[in-house]
């Protein structure tokens, strides 16, 4: 019997324990998406303990543990931080066969050393040891992020965001890279009309810009982006039911917008003609400034009514959702594409019914401008275990090119989660491995130990243009 979560973890031949320690081990990790705090990496905050860094605003953790029956006090609640660590230490036993027993141990042994397995019984001890270890100067955000070989971390960033704390981190001269990413979401949020107008005050206060008509709306949001990237952002991301792409005209948009800012209501086909309108607008800045595009969606949010009027947004009440995909999301890329004003994108689902409907439409517009031009990107959200980065890795190798591939993502508020970049290397490594010693792949170490490297780094660098990150020794990127 093998021993659990050892060196050779998940990888279960003799060629994916070479792929994986002699090619991806030692990649550098480019997290390109992740809900991060700039603010908690500008003044590098040391967690008061493991609670505070583990388990606050982990709404993977808290779903487990309301499953498992602890009391809604030991999770978002008030009860004391070492009261919460040892609910959830009594939930990981019960998470066998969920992904978060193998990322907690990860995280355990790859930041602190510690090769327990965690239980009510080693609980206590747990604690202490790594409430203590986080107190050094080498476990503060920096040392964590640092501990994991990050050379670059694309947080996600509102428009109204001022961005200061990115301002300090690059201005620290710190080596890891620290880059803001454009998410509009609340500019395209029509249907509650107080929400929107709230947001649009917020927005006329950081931009100088008084909003009365759309055309004054798109000025204070273009002068945001166009911030945005003067401070170094080159991706944007929205996160979103589905793609939105009705027929409009400039006219039906700027009545609209009126009806919406005079506190109006709006029907349901006003708000996609004004949700279309706002991402092909968004999309085009995009393209203007060479920015790479990110589509999140899949997600059905805030199901629970009784919890979200409790707790807000992002807390755990999501789910998968069944929206209907592929004719929106086409029509729209269709748009920007015969308008040649379709920039590098990368478009990810939450619906495992949808793998090939993604990687069959990524295709469609891979123009040969540029290698994988269009992504079909990782797993995400509660596809992003084994199962479910084997079955988007499969459907994308079947349907596309898996060896131009952008590679993994966190999409973590959580500053230990960088282990999820090791879990998918094995997985991949293991992949392929089992493919070469079944004669299904050619016994070519070399070649296919450098795709293994492109997908974990190089690819990833090269897309995004981010030249200024150092080369490890020996690159062997494929050209």
């Not at 590098?44 to 505070?52: A, S």
């Not at 008084?210 to 204070?220: E, K």
């Not at 708000?271 to 790479?292: C, H, Y």
């Amino acid at each position: 019997m093998k021993t659990f979560l050892d060196e050779n973890f998940l990888l279960h031949n003799r060629t994916a324990q070479v792929l994986y320690h002699e090619y991806a081990k030692s990649m550098p990790v480019i997290d390109y998406h992740n809900h991060l705090s700039p603010q908690q990496i500008a003044e590098d905050v040391n967690f008061e303990n493991i609670t505070r860094v583990w388990l606050n605003g982990d709404h993977y953790k808290w779903r487990a543990m309301r499953t498992n029956g602890v009391d809604e006090a030991y999770i978002t609640g008030s009860k004391p931080d070492k009261e919460k660590f040892l609910a959830w230490a009594a939930t990981v036993p019960y998470t066998l066969r969920n992904p978060l027993y193998h990322w907690t141990h990860l995280e355990l042994q790859r930041y602190f050393n510690i090769y327990d397995l965690l239980s009510p019984a080693t609980a206590e001890k747990i604690y202490e040891e790594t409430s203590r270890m986080l107190q050094q100067p080498d476990f503060s955000v920096r040392g964590l992020i640092e501990k994991m070989n990050v050379k670059l971390i694309c947080t996600t960033d509102d428009p109204i965001d001022s961005l200061e704390y990115h301002a300090r981190i690059k201005a620290d001269g710190w080596k890891v890279k620290v880059l803001p990413a454009f998410r509009p979401d609340k500019a395209m949020q029509p249907e509650h009309p107080p929400a929107f107008n709230e947001y649009l005050e917020k927005l006329e206060s950081v931009t100088d810009v008084s909003i009365s008509t759309f055309n004054d709306y798109l000025t204070a949001l273009k002068k945001r982006h166009d911030f945005f990237a003067s401070q170094g952002c080159s991706v944007s991301d929205h996160g979103l039911e589905e793609i939105y792409a009705e027929n409009y005209s400039t006219t039906e948009i700027a009545g609209i917008f009126a009806k919406v800012r005079n506190g109006g209501q709006l029907t349901e086909e006003e708000v996609r003609k004004f949700k279309s309108a706002m991402l092909i607008t968004f999309a085009e800045w995009d393209w203007e400034k060479g920015f790479v595009q990110q589509f999140h969606l899949g997600a059905l949010r805030n199901n629970n009514s009784r919890m979200m009027k409790q707790l807000g947004p992002d807390t755990g009440w999501d789910s998968i959702g069944d929206f209907q995909q592929a004719k929106s999301l086409a029509r729209f890329l269709d748009r920007l594409d015969s308008n040649n004003t379709l920039a590098k994108t990368i478009i990810y689902n939450l619906n495992p019914a949808d793998n090939e409907l993604f990687a069959t439409m990524i295709g469609n517009f891979n123009d040969g401008s540029f290698p994988g031009k269009i992504q079909w990107g990782a797993s995400w959200w509660f596809l992003d275990q084994k199962d479910g980065i084997i079955r988007q890795l499969n459907a994308l190798s079947n349907m596309g090119l898996l060896s131009r591939f952008v590679g993994m993502l966190t999409d973590s508020r959580s500053f230990l989660s960088f282990p999820r970049h090791e879990y998918f290397r094995r997985i991949l490594c293991n992949l392929l491995g089992e493919e070469m010693e079944n004669g299904e792949l050619p016994d070519d170490t070399e070649w296919i130990g450098k795709m293994v490297q492109n997908i974990c780094y190089y690819n990833t660098k090269h897309y995004f243009g981010w030249q200024f990150i150092d080369e490890p020794l020996h690159s062997t990127v494929i050209r």
